[in-house]
């Protein structure tokens, strides 16, 4: 198995722009999550999914952050309008059982 | 809200010895416990998963245990070498499959 793929591997965007972000998961995975890591604050689960639909978006930090799941085997992230505080690496995790495995991560930044 | 905490958040270590990475989280209703490693610029691998009902969990070198009435668990490493050299980051569920609370890590220099 490839393991989780995230494309692309580094972004970057003047302040503004729309930012995509996608992912695709293990094969047969039902669970798909989406985190941010950063110096400051760590690595933080941004959103994750059950079976395509989102379960708990509590950590998106705002509405120019969107997530959305439209296949078992598709994910995206998009951030519209952009800030330079999104700088962050955005990492792509996906799971059948109890345990995640992650994917390479997008280094995302914004100036 | 739980919380993981890790230390120390830095070690260095010659290469052969033993050591001992510790993590602590404040809500000991746990489902399981998660042992990552990640190295500089690239993604997080599953080290070890262990279940709230095991106390143990052994791959290779690395044996990682778990007390959950104290909130504690320990990744020991044995004979280091420089390739084992990574941050550590150890991560609790809020409750099975779901979002995972991630301790702030514990970056690991063994040097040759």
């Known amino acids: 198995d490839a393991g989780v793929i995230q494309s692309p591997r580094h972004e970057v965007t003047e302040m503004g722009q729309e930012v995509t972000l996608r992912c695709k998961p293990i094969?047969?995975?039902?669970?798909l999550f989406w985190y941010r890591q950063t110096m400051m604050r760590g690595l933080e689960l941004l959103i994750y999914?059950?079976?395509?639909?989102?379960?708990?978006d509590s950590g998106m930090p705002e509405d120019r952050f969107s997530a959305k799941m439209p296949n078992a085997s598709f994910s995206t992230l998009k951030i519209q309008p952009s800030e330079p505080r999104d700088s962050a690496v955005y990492f792509c995790?996906?799971?059948?059982?109890?345990?995640?495995?992650f994917g390479p991560g997008t280094r995302l930044t914004v100036t | 809200k739980q919380e993981v905490t890790q230390i120390p958040a830095a070690l260095s270590v010659p290469e052969g010895e033993n050591l001992v990475l510790n993590c602590s989280f404040t809500d000991s209703a746990i489902y399981n416990l998660q042992w990552f490693r990640q190295d500089p610029g690239k993604g997080l691998t599953s080290l070890l998963l262990i279940q709230s009902s095991q106390r143990e969990q052994t791959s290779g070198r690395l044996n990682a245990s778990l007390d959950k009435s104290s909130g504690r668990s320990t990744l020991y490493i044995a004979a280091s070498q420089p390739g084992d050299s990574a941050t550590y980051l150890c991560a609790v569920p809020e409750t099975s499959g779901s979002r995972l609370t991630f301790g702030e890590g514990t970056q690991l220099t063994v040097n040759p």
């Open positions: 999914f059950n079976n395509n639909v989102p379960i708990d």
């Open positions: 094969s047969g995975h039902d669970y």
């Open positions: 995790a996906s799971s059948r059982g109890p345990e995640q495995y």
